[in-house]
C-alpha cells in the first residue's frame, strides 16, 4: 500500500513564526505535491515537485516555500505565518514517468490542521 | 483558466437512497478521477477513468467519462452511513502531462441512519 505521511495532524503556531510542514511517502514516486484545503474552495495546488530539487509554482504560492532534498521527501515551509494561512495542508505523490495515467493517480497524506493565532 | 464546477455543493439523504453527483469542465480532458475525502483525513482515490464513455464501478460506486469529454457523473447505490464525506472530482492541470491536477470544490454527502 501507498504510504504518504505527514509530520503533524495538528498544529498551532503564532503570527510571524516560522513553520515547517514535512511530508515523507514510501513509494518511490517522483511527483511530490503540496494542496491548501479551504471550504468550498476545494484543494488548491501551493508547490508541485516532480524530482529532487525541482520545483513548480502552483495556484497559490504565495507565502510558501518548499524544498526537495531527498525523493521521499517534500517539505512546505511558511516563512512567516499569518493568520490567513490557517488551513488544512495536505501532500500527495504520484508516479511520474512509467505510465502517463498512474501519473494522475495522486496519494494524500492525512493532511495537517495549521491554525495561525 | 480551467475551471471545475461540482454539483451539488452538499447532500443530505436518507440511509439506503441513490445518490448522483457530477463535475463539469471548461476545457476537455483525457482523464477524470474522483475522490473521497473522510472527515479529518486526506483524499481516497476512488475511480479513474481514461475513456470517454468509459463506466467504472467500484463496489456500490459507479462513474461515467461524458462522451463531451468534458463531464464525469458519479453515483452512489444504496448510500450507508461510511459514505458520508466530501467527494471531488478531478483532472488533469493544463496541456502536458506533469501529472497534476485540478480538483472541484467538493459534494458534502450527509446519510441520515
Known amino acids: 500500500d501507498v504510504k504518504v505521511t505527514q509530520s503533524s495532524r495538528y498544529l498551532v503556531k503564532r503570527t510571524g513564526e516560522k513553520v515547517f510542514l514535512e511530508c515523507v511517502q514510501d513509494m518511490d514516486h517522483e511527483n511530490m505535491f503540496w494542496y491548501r484545503q479551504d471550504p468550498g474552495l476545494g484543494l488548491r495546488l501551493i508547490y508541485f515537485s516532480y524530482d529532487v530539487k525541482m520545483k513548480e509554482k502552483g495556484d497559490i504560492p504565495e507565502g510558501y516555500s518548499v524544498s526537495r532534498e531527498k525523493k521521499e521527501r517534500f517539505s512546505l515551509i511558511l516563512e512567516s505565518a499569518s493568520t490567513n494561512q490557517t488551513s488544512m495542508y495536505l501532500c500527495?505523490?504520484?508516479?511520474?514517468?512509467?505510465?502517463?495515467?498512474?501519473?494522475?493517480?495522486?496519494?494524500f497524506g492525512p493532511g495537517t490542521r495549521l491554525t495561525v493565532t | 483558466g480551467q475551471q471545475l464546477n461540482q454539483s451539488p455543493q452538499s447532500m443530505f439523504i436518507q440511509e439506503g437512497e441513490d445518490v448522483s453527483m457530477n463535475c463539469t469542465s471548461s476545457s476537455i480532458f483525457n482523464t477524470w478521477l474522483w475522490y473521497k475525502q473522510d472527515p479529518g483525513e486526506g483524499p481516497v482515490l476512488l475511480i479513474a477513468l481514461y475513456k470517454a464513455g468509459e463506466l467504472t464501478s467500484n463496489g456500490r460506486l459507479t462513474a461515467q467519462f461524458g462522451i463531451t469529454r468534458k463531464d464525469s457523473f458519479l453515483n452512489i447505490s444504496a448510500s450507508i452511513p461510511s459514505d458520508v464525506g466530501i467527494y471531488f472530482c478531478?483532472?488533469?492541470?493544463?496541456?502536458?502531462?506533469?501529472?497534476?491536477?485540478?480538483f472541484g470544490q467538493g459534494t458534502t454527502l450527509q446519510v441520515k441512519p
Open positions: 478531478a483532472g488533469p492541470f493544463g496541456s502536458s502531462n506533469t501529472g497534476k491536477l485540478i
Open positions: 500527495a505523490s504520484s508516479f511520474r514517468f512509467q505510465d502517463y495515467r498512474t501519473a494522475y493517480e495522486q496519494y
